[in-house]
């Protein structure tokens, strides 16, 4: 059965293999993003599944003004959160700015979306929402606080909503990557830390390697949501997937 789904961060790194993924399944997707030209060749490739939103996640009212008439229109099966931005800086330099731009974003964003998502899954009694968080919401990042501080809240967020929603047959589940080749990651890079650095860690960061001495793809992060939005995983719930090549030894 064809499915609807909509994800916001369609346009980069994650979220766009996400997107490209669904649509390979056929899936009928509202990508979501705040800049939405690199989202062009799925467009051409994808024509009659693709619908591109041009939006930001983290204003309330925007958000609402989209929904309201394609959730009157359309049954929306999925959702998948996507979109974040990573704002480096130890505590004493970070400016507040900052701060509330990363949460705006990666906390806020997604419950801008799961609010009005969450009573039309009430509604139709069906329904699957995978939310990205990131391993730091479980392991302090020097110089990333904001960070995983937003990624925190949004995990234990994720588990808040499952709770409200499992009764009702609704699935609620995170995915928390590793260090995956994005261009967020590679602006990690250009500000200090190095590829090496993450494989294979740092003691002055206090910062552990990963076991598969390997970054991650967008794919491979991609085939775990696609595994949690699936029949397949019809059974996982308020679970936090972590994608990480064992970077967290799961603690």
């Known amino acids: 059965m064809q499915k609807n789904t909509i994800i916001t961060g369609a346009a980069g790194g994650i979220g766009l293999a996400i997107c490209d993924a669904l649509l390979a399944q056929q899936h009928q997707v509202w990508a979501v ?3 939405i030209g690199p989202l062009q060749e799925l467009a051409i490739q994808y024509p009659q599944h693709l619908h591109r939103v041009a939006l ?5 009212k925007a958000v609402n003004a989209w929904l309201t ?33 990363t949460f705006a974003i990666n906390t806020e964003g997604v419950f801008n979306l799961c609010q009005p998502l969450a009573a039309h899954m009430r509604a139709q009694h069906q ?5 990205i968080s990131s391993n730091a919401a479980a ?9 995983a501080a937003s990624k925190a809240a949004t995990t234990h967020f994720a588990r808040c909503l499952a709770l409200e929603l499992a009764p009702l047959g609704i699935r609620v589940n995170s995915v928390s990557p590793g260090s995956t080749d994005t261009p967020m990651q590679q602006s990690m890079w250009q500000m200090g830390s190095s590829k090496d650095t993450v494989i294979y860690g740092s003691a002055a960061d206090f910062r552990l ?18 595994f949690l939005l699936s029949d397949a995983a019809s059974h996982i719930c308020m679970h936090d997937l972590r994608i990480d090549g064992g970077a967290t030894l799961d603690a």
């Open 33 to 35: 993003d705040i800049d």
């Open 209 to 226: 390697g990963i076991p598969l001495q390997k970054i991650a793809t967008p794919a491979d992060i991609a085939q775990g949501v696609l």
């Open 127 to 131: 329904g699957a929402i995978v939310i």
């Open 139 to 147: 392991t302090p990042r020097s110089n990333m606080s904001a960070y």
């Open 56 to 60: 930001d996640v983290s204003d309330f």
């Open 69 to 101: 008439p394609v959730l009157a229109s359309h049954r929306i099966d999925e959702l998948v959160c996507a979109a974040g931005v990573l704002q480096m800086g130890y505590v004493h330099e970070l400016s507040p700015a900052a701060w509330q731009r």
